[in-house]
């Protein structure tokens, strides 16, 4: 069955970095795009960043030149480095697995960023 686990969510000061992993599990890892959503309180779901399976990104404007997906298959984990975090980068954030756009997908259970001084 297909399983998605995040972690490295946390409490962090405006300007400070984190990294977020996703292990999949489950899935044939390599024909998969890897997807980062983010949802705060009242707003809507946003893509943050995707990564196909040759390695092409994508990131939201509110994140560009700040966050970088990559993929480690090895480990069958992407990651989502974020630095110079903002305190609206506060979200939920999740892990998403697809093939095609039209699937929903596989998501991961998510993980709490806060970005606050």
């Known amino acids: 069955q297909a399983q998605l686990v995040e972690s490295g969510g946390g409490l962090v000061q405006p300007g400070g970095s984190l990294r977020l992993s996703c292990a999949a599990s489950?899935?044939?890892?390599?024909?998969?795009?890897m997807n980062w959503y983010r949802q705060a309180p009242g707003k809507q779901q946003e893509l943050v960043a995707s990564?196909?399976?040759?390695?092409?990104?994508f990131y939201a404007d509110s994140v560009k030149g700040r966050f970088t997906i990559s993929r480690e298959a090895a480990k069958n984990t992407v990651y989502l480095q974020m630095n110079s975090l903002k305190p609206e980068d506060t979200a939920v954030y999740y892990c998403?697995?697809?093939?095609?756009?039209?699937?929903?997908?596989?998501w991961g259970q998510g993980t709490q960023v806060t970005v606050s001084s």
């Open positions: 998403n697995a697809k093939i095609w756009t039209s699937q929903s997908g596989h």
């Open positions: 489950g899935i044939t890892f390599s024909i998969y795009t």
């Open positions: 990564i196909t399976r040759s390695d092409t990104t």
